[in-house]
């Protein structure tokens, strides 16, 4: 490592940073919840991101999305690359713009040691957990579900079937006029990128 990365990593624990700096971990969606646990990932070493998303940013994505007003227009991986070379410009990233499907899904996540699902659509969660239970059950998937709304800190927890874990209240659903909000986005997202350490470290 040069002097830089070095110093980026002094305040991260010598045990875990090699198991860290090697693990590959993909996220699929890059919108409230998927921007939010990139950066923290990023943030904690981890080796390589593999992530994918279609949409492009618009304004109305800035009250909880991890990106700026100057890139409203730009694709959400483009963007979202920027930002994370900027965080931690020491680890792999490969992005792709696409939409995800079952087809697809298996090719561009094969090398990853875990996925994380963070898509809005009900539709889209199903049709991942199931590509992904069917040819890699032996993986681990982190989903998200009911993240709408504020407060009731309390109801917020992490379930566990086999290998498909979900993070959320598992009840708050997206209504006309509800907007997501950056605060309960952003702490299920923050459960799901600290399950995704739980997982890779576990024994260490």
Known sequence: MNQKETQFFSKHD????????KATVGIAGVGGLGSTIAVSLA????????IADFDKIEI?????????????????VIALLENLKKINPFSEYQVHQITLNEKNIPVIYKDVDIIVEAFDKAAMK????????TNFPDKPIIAASGVAGYGRNEILHTRKVDNLYICG?????LQEGMSPMAPRVGI???MQANLVL???LKGI
Request: hydrophobic share 35%.
């Open 14 to 21: 010598p045990k875990i940073l090699p198991k860290v700096r």
């Open 43 to 50: 943030r904690v070493g981890i080796g390589k991101l593999i």
């Open 60 to 76: 109305s994505n800035l009250n909880r999305q991890q990106y700026f007003t100057d890139q409203i227009g730009k694709p959400k």
């Open 126 to 133: 199903k049709m991942l957990i199931e590509t992904w239970i």
């Open 169 to 173: 209240d598992e009840e708050t659903e």
């Open 188 to 190: 299920v997202a923050n």
């Open 198 to 200: 739980d997982l890779l």
